[in-house]
Antibody
């Protein structure tokens, strides 16, 4: 059974940092791209970032470029999202999601972790 | 960025009837080299993560009931749910995955039972 489990969310002040993690099981992690997708309260889904299977390609939404960094550890079956210079508009549930390297539809999702940016 | 626009924003359909949700892309999602449309549909029930229903505009994900079907090409797409069941109450999203990123979603269509 494919499982994705996010962690690391919480309350942080504007300008602060958080590091999200997503541990996966049930598939060969090193064969798939991984992504972060977020959803602010009552809003549409927003793709945030993606990373290829071998970490040789990373992609970012303009809204987070230069502030967020995606990375992965294929030995630990884990993908990370380092979030710096956080803003109120980054408040959302953050999901990790699995995709193919060149076909970024998301066939498995975690349950999400809530990030709240507020003073 | 590619803008994905869904219609309607909300929809109420009787049990056993058909629900139709539309999605329009601001760019052509048909890639001529492989003749595939880079369009997916998701179902999100309250308090849950999204679930993939359809990819390549019309390919049903494994385990998805055949009541769900996708159609369309280029810039205009449709998700059809036949024989609506109570468990189909959800918000439905379309998403493009045509390179380059960002891979944007529609605003969502809320489906309820009439």
């Amino acid at each position: 059974e494919v499982q994705l489990l996010e962690s690391g969310g919480g309350l942080v002040q504007p300008g602060g940092s958080l590091r999200l993690s997503c541990v996966v099981s049930g598939f060969t992690f090193s064969n798939y791209a991984m992504n972060w997708v977020r959803q602010a309260p009552g809003k549409r889904l927003e793709w945030v970032s993606g990373i290829s299977d071998a970490s040789d390609r990373t992609y970012y939404a303009d809204s987070v470029k230069g502030r967020f960094t995606i990375s992965r550890d294929n030995l630990k079956n884990t993908v990370f999202l380092q979030m710096n210079s956080l803003r109120a508009e980054d408040t959302a549930v953050y999901y990790c999601a699995k995709s193919l390297n060149w076909e970024f539809y998301f066939d498995s999702w975690g349950q999400g972790t809530l990030v709240t940016v507020s003073s | 960025d590619v803008v994905m626009t869904q219609s309607p924003d909300s929809l109420a359909v009787s049990l056993g009837e058909r629900a139709t949700i539309n999605c329009k892309s601001s760019r052509n999602l048909l890639y001529s080299s492989n003749n595939k449309d880079y369009l997916a549909w998701y179902q999100q029930k309250a308090g849950q993560p999204p679930k993939l229903l359809i990819y390549w505009a019309s390919t049903r994900e494994s385990g998805v009931p055949d009541r769900f079907s996708g159609s369309g090409s280029g810039t205009d797409f449709t998700l059809t749910i036949n024989n609506l069941q109570a468990e189909d109450v959800a918000v439905y999203y379309c998403q493009h995955y045509y390179f380059p990123p960002p891979f944007t979603f529609g605003q969502g269509t809320k489906l309820e039972i009439k």
